[in-house]
């Protein structure tokens, strides 16, 4: 059973950065992409990037665009977002997520993924 475990949310100042850690505890060939979603109080669960632990590919939300930057180790099975530039807007819980069945590149709607984390709580507030 694949499983994720986030880390390094909290609490940052308008402007501020911060990178979060997801840790994969094993992978198949299903678990070949892993992303981030967000989910702010009283709204649904958003895409913010994807990587590919291949190739490195990446894709992000227009929202995040030059902001964030999604990265992985191999080595570590860990893959990060680090965030610059942080607005009120980008207080929500993170999830990171990697699909538990085939599914094509790339993977941005929700219904792709099937094995999610417990999540992160991000809040930018001065």
Do not use: H
């Not at 702010?40 to 227009?62: C, H, L, S």
């Not at 860990?78 to 999830?95: Q, W």
């Not at 990697?98 to 599914?103: A, G, H, K, L, R």
């Amino acid at each position: 059973q694949v499983q994720l475990a986030e880390s390094g949310g909290g609490l940052v100042p308008p402007g501020g950065s911060l990178t979060l850690s997801c840790e994969v505890s094993r992978r198949t060939y299903k678990n070949y992409a892993m992303a981030w979603f967000r989910q702010a109080p009283g709204k649904e669960r958003d895409f913010v990037a994807v990587i590919r632990w291949a190739t490195a590919d990446e894709v992000y939300a227009d929202s995040v665009k030059g902001r964030f930057t999604i990265s992985r180790s191999a080595a570590k099975n860990t893959v990060y977002l680090e965030m610059n530039g942080l607005t009120a807007e980008d207080t929500a819980v993170y999830f990171c997520a990697t699909p538990s069945d085939v599914v094509s590149w790339p993977p941005l709607s929700r219904s792709d993924y099937g094995i999610w984390g417990q999540g992160t709580q991000v809040t930018v507030s001065s």
